[in-house]
Nanobody
Framework: QLQASGGGLVQAGGSLRLSCAAS????????IGWFRQAPGKEREGVSC????????YYADSVKGRFTISGDNAKNTVYLQMTRLKPEDTAVYYC??????????????????WGQGTLVTVSS
């Protein structure tokens, strides 16, 4: 089970940190991704981290503003979001890819999903 949390309402330019906590399995050999879905839009990949080597990947729209990190001891992955923009408003989801050493931001490749957490950025 994946549990996403940390969403909320923030003004443009502000910051939020999302957390994705896992229970029932460990992150050690998997890839964890963050995705978002705005109203009327398709779900899109935001960032992912490959737990085995810590490599990270970002969508162009968030590069330089968002940082993904993991704490394997706590079985938790974080998404630090800074310099938020109104267009970052969406429901954010975390997901686990059950194949090791693979990095992808394609939602359909992920196997397990947490419930979403809403991020609203006001202008």
């Amino acid at each position: 089970q994946l549990q996403a949390s940390g969403g909320g309402l923030v003004q443009a330019g502000g910051s939020l940190r999302l957390s994705c906590a896992a229970s029932g399995f460990t992150f050690d050999d998997y890839t964890i991704g963050w995705f978002r879905q705005a109203p009327g839009k398709e779900r899109e990949g935001v960032s992912c981290i490959v737990s085995s080597d810590g490599s990270t990947y970002y969508a162009d729209s968030v590069k330089g503003r968002f940082t993904i990190s993991g704490d394997n001891a706590k079985n938790t992955v974080y998404l630090q979001m800074t310099r938020l923009k109104p267009e970052d408003t969406a429901v954010y989801y975390c997901a686990l890819l059950g194949v090791p050493f693979i990095a992808t931001l394609r939602p359909y490749e992920y196997d397990y999903w947490g419930q979403g957490t809403l991020v609203t950025v006001s202008s």
